[in-house]
């Protein structure tokens, strides 16, 4: 290269810089806000209010909510297997609910719970019912960690509505979970009646289901598919009501057994341990074999009915479009105790029992 081919170079650089900078001076900004906000909105139709209006993140965060309910929606079973596995990860985070009625009341701490109710009409009379527990620990938790709140808020579940058994895992608690990344491994504590012949008093059924309570909560809370969930008790003794191998590997059913097991209509949200605010409306969510349109909600307060009506589809639909999501408005409720029911109905009679939560309105 010459020195005059250096000079016309520069003299080239020069000229579009000064086109560059006459090109910018020429542009004058405008408040882009507006344009972007409506080009963001999409309007959905509502079933009961006409068309309402959400942006295209309410969008994306509604379908990443339909993808965690759906990829929960498989039930653990028990099957004979080997010993338990490996690993040593032991947690001890304290279990601290959040006095929110959502599980997103803070991100990723929501906790999939799972209790015993009765089901006429299931095969055992008993079935799993799920629900969400917001736990602020769990927002950045680890699967060991999350597994350890969820199994110990499991634990704490008596089986609700009836006083006529004992709670199949009273007195129990979770002394060490691990996770790896073939196997979830959690240490009870063992209460005389976890291992003594007879002490729990519960029959074999409910003592089953006792155990997948805690095998699907485990799998839920890890977030990790299919692990297989083996236990083991803390004092050495190696069986559940000195029946059931604690060192078995245990999994959820395959989609034709999970009717056996699981009740027919969960309600997700609020959970067990919600507290609503007096004088707002209350967002219901769950799961159900029937659809929207078969489903009855209630809210019972001192026995009597305080208000009532259909849910509507919310698009969530798990366990290969055999259960179907269903969403409710409770409108807002003054403070006070109460009870939620969604029930099926079947020809206009309603199927007993339903899913139930309470409802505590501060």
Known sequence: MTTGDRHDDRDLEAALSR???????????????????????????????GPRLVTLIGAAAAAALALSFAANQWLPRTSPGVPGGSGTASVSAPVTPSTGGSPSAVAGSALPVYYLAPAPGAPSGFALYRTYASVVAAAHASPSERVRMAVTLALRQPIWRTSDLPSPWAGTSVTDVSVTSGLITVTLSDPAKVSAPGAGALPTTVERLAIQQLVWTAQAAAGLDRLPVTFRIADGATLFFNRYPAADRYDRPNTDAVADEIARVWIDTPGLDATMAAGAPIPVRGLGFAKAADLTWTVVKSGDTIASGTPTASGVDALGGRQFGYAVTIPALPAGSYQLWVTETRAGTEAPPGAEVPLTVR
């Open 19 to 49: 086109a560059l900078h006459a090109d910018a001076d020429r542009i004058v900004p405008t408040d882009r806000l507006p344009a972007i906000r409506a080009a963001t909105v999409t309007e959905i139709p509502s079933r009961r209010r």
